[in-house]
């Protein structure tokens, strides 16, 4: 499997611990996606007023989409486990196993982490729409296009925490920067760089010498 491929992996809770579930490699990379920030604010207009009164009232989840394909035709050549053998029908069904089949074991479809170059989100799929492109003879599609969304998912002390911004006891999303390393952050944030190893677990980082600029990395509470 390439690591150059979009990777989502499949959680049982919003804490995403360990190695996942299940996983799902797409076929072929999106050509772009995008990545959404929004803040929610109430408009308050006083009697007599000449105008509105913004008044924060929340940051809402991000969220990210994209468009990706599968294709059956042969043509495609891929190190996905998705491969461009493998009826699209039944690689559409791998990745709906993944991101959006309901899990009997939490009673709702799983949580997700979608990881592609800097790209780390975690999140679940809120939207999956499936347009088939090319079809054999007798119907049979050789080719679809899936767009589809996802809302970022983390729990509410996550959110909590990330409110703060000193405190070592309270959770951090930092974004790597040239120059950075996971001991140099973990020093800065924790005051001990032993944390690194710990820290890039929790991000389910593989390579901890060699992050790229623009990742976003969550540093844990110290326990």
């Known amino acids: 499997m390439s690591k150059d491929l979009m990777e989502i992996i499949a959680y049982d809770d919003n804490e995403y611990s360990g190695s996942g579930t299940s996983s799902c490699t797409v ?6 996606y995008s990545h959404e920030h929004s803040i929610s604010y109430n408009n308050t207009v006083s009697h007599g007023a000449p105008g509105a009164t913004l008044k924060y009232k929340g940051t809402t989840p991000e969220k990210v989409s994209f468009d990706i394909y599968f294709d059956a035709t042969g043509a495609v050549s891929t190190a996905s ?14 990745f709906k196993d993944v991101c959006f089949t309901y899990n009997g074991d939490i009673h709702e479809p799983n949580y997700l982490i979608v990881s592609w170059g800097t790209l780390v989100f975690k ?3 809120t939207s999956l729409s499936i347009s088939y492109t090319l079809f054999q003879s007798d119907g049979t599609p050789l080719r679809a296009k899936l767009s589809v969304s996802f809302e970022e998912a983390i729990d509410a002390d996550l959110i909590a925490k990330e409110a703060n911004n000193n405190s070592p006891d309270l ?9 950075d390393t996971l001991p140099l952050i973990c020093y800065r944030v924790y005051g001990d ?5 710990e820290v890039a677990k ?13 990742t976003k990395i969550y540093l844990p509470p110290i326990k």
Not at 27 to 32: L, T
Not at 171 to 179: V, Y
Not at 202 to 208: A, G, K, P, S
């Open 27 to 32: 076929q072929i990379n999106p050509a772009s």
């Open 81 to 94: 486990i998705l491969d461009s053998q493998t009826p699209v029908d039944d690689q559409i069904q791998s």
């Open 123 to 125: 999140c679940k799929l």
């Open 171 to 179: 959770t951090h999303l930092i974004e790597i920067k040239d120059g």
């Open 193 to 197: 760089s032993s944390y690194y190893l």
């Open 202 to 214: 929790y991000n389910n980082i593989l390579n901890f010498r060699n992050i790229a600029p623009g």
